[in-house]
Nanobody, 119 residues
């Protein structure tokens, strides 16, 4: 069974940076697509970024393009999200997610971690 554990959230001033990490366990990490989602208060969960096992395949939401970077370390079974130039609208609960390659649905989720950006 896949388990995902996030770390690294917290409170930061606008313009600052945070790095989220997600530890993957239970299956072969390289066979899974890794993603980060977020949910702001009163809004639906949205995808922020995703990365396939091959380093050239990434996806970013328009709202974070150029500010966020998703990376993965296949040796450490870890996916990370580097968030720079944070804005108050980036505030929310961030979730790590995983799905097997070829799956349409994200079927494994972390517990979520709070990110708060103060103006």
């Amino acid at each position: 069974q896949v388990q995902l554990v996030e770390s690294g959230g917290g409170l930061v001033q606008a313009g600052g940076s945070l790095r989220l990490s997600c530890k993957f366990s239970g299956r072969t990490f390289s066979l899974y697509v890794m993603g980060w989602f977020r949910q702001a208060p009163g809004k639906e969960r949205e995808i922020v970024a995703a990365r396939y096992a091959s380093s050239s395949s990434t996806y970013y939401a328009d709202s974070v393009q150029g500010r966020f970077t998703i990376s993965r370390d296949n040796a450490q079974n870890t996916a990370s999200l580097q968030m720079n130039n944070l804005k108050p609208e980036d505030t929310g609960v961030y979730y790590c997610a995983a799905k097997p390659r070829g799956n349409a649905d994200w079927n494994h989720w972390g517990q979520g971690i709070q990110v708060t950006v103060a103006s």
